[in-house]
């Protein structure tokens, strides 16, 4: 019963290739999001979106690109990898966009760019 | 601008010791705060939070936290600490943004036997 569901959990690929990371929250969350956890272990976030819409959008290159099929998936899939995106990526959702809400993570997707 | 410090990158303790990690906000208003631990090749996992009223926290896994504003401080605390408690440990406050979570760099619990 993993409440927060991140495929593929390793993805090693070569720079410029095109690739996809998937999430799905199966808690009953209306919020979601995506962080990068760099080797110094530091968390940012990425993206967050509240029932398949936009809210959080950092300085990310347009290379990422999140998708929202509906509010229980975010996938998000990465465009001409550079060997910077080396990094595990953090999927997590919240119920709604309340601060008092604790956000679930997955258990992430080690990404390696040969 | 909101921040998070934990100034401790690593900390080793004695299997059977007591535990207190360190954790520093900067925030205007009252914070809701919180602790995540990651264990090896984990996501995070929840211990406790804070949003208001008692100022001292229960967790999971006998943990507990203790927030004090004039200090701006919310450190975690365990009286005995297990092997099975090494993992890197984040602490966090929610941003202006309201739902953004600004977090501290981690501070990693190493376990002597």
């Known amino acids: 019963d993993t409440a927060v569901s991140q495929t593929p959990k390793y993805l090693v690929t070569q720079m410029g290739n095109d690739k996809s990371i998937k999430c799905e929250q199966n808690?009953?969350?209306?919020?979601m999001y995506w962080y990068k956890q760099d080797s110094k272990k530091f968390l940012k976030i990425m993206f967050s979106y509240n029932n398949k819409e936009l809210i959080i959008n950092e300085t990310v290159p347009n290379r990422f690109s999140p998708k929202s099929p509906d509010k229980a998936h975010l996938n998000l899939h990465i465009n001409s990898l550079e060997l910077g995106d080396s990094a595990v990526y953090f999927c997590?959702?919240?119920?709604?966009?309340?601060?008092?809400?604790?956000?679930?993570f997955g258990d992430g997707t080690r990404l390696s760019i040969l | 601008a909101q921040s998070v410090t934990q100034p401790d990158i690593h900390i080793t303790v004695s299997e059977g010791a007591s535990l207190e990690l360190r954790c520093n906000y900067s925030?205007?208003?009252?914070?809701?705060l919180f602790w995540y631990v990651q264990s090896p090749g984990q996501g995070l996992q929840l211990l406790l939070k804070?949003?208001?009223?008692d100022t001292l926290v229960q967790g999971i896994k006998g943990f507990e936290a203790e927030f004090k504003r004039s200090q701006s401080s919310f450190n975690l605390r365990k009286p005995s600490v297990h092997w099975s408690d090494a993992a890197e440990y984040f602490c966090?406050?929610?941003?202006?943004?309201?739902?953004?979570?600004?977090w501290g760099a981690g501070t990693k619990l190493i376990i002597k036997p």
């Open positions: 808690l009953g969350h209306d919020t």
């Open positions: 997590a959702s919240s119920q709604g966009v309340n601060s008092n809400q604790p956000q679930h």
């Open positions: 925030y205007g208003a009252t914070p809701y």
């Open positions: 966090a406050v929610v941003g202006d943004s309201n739902y953004q979570l600004i």
């Open positions: 804070y949003f208001s009223g």
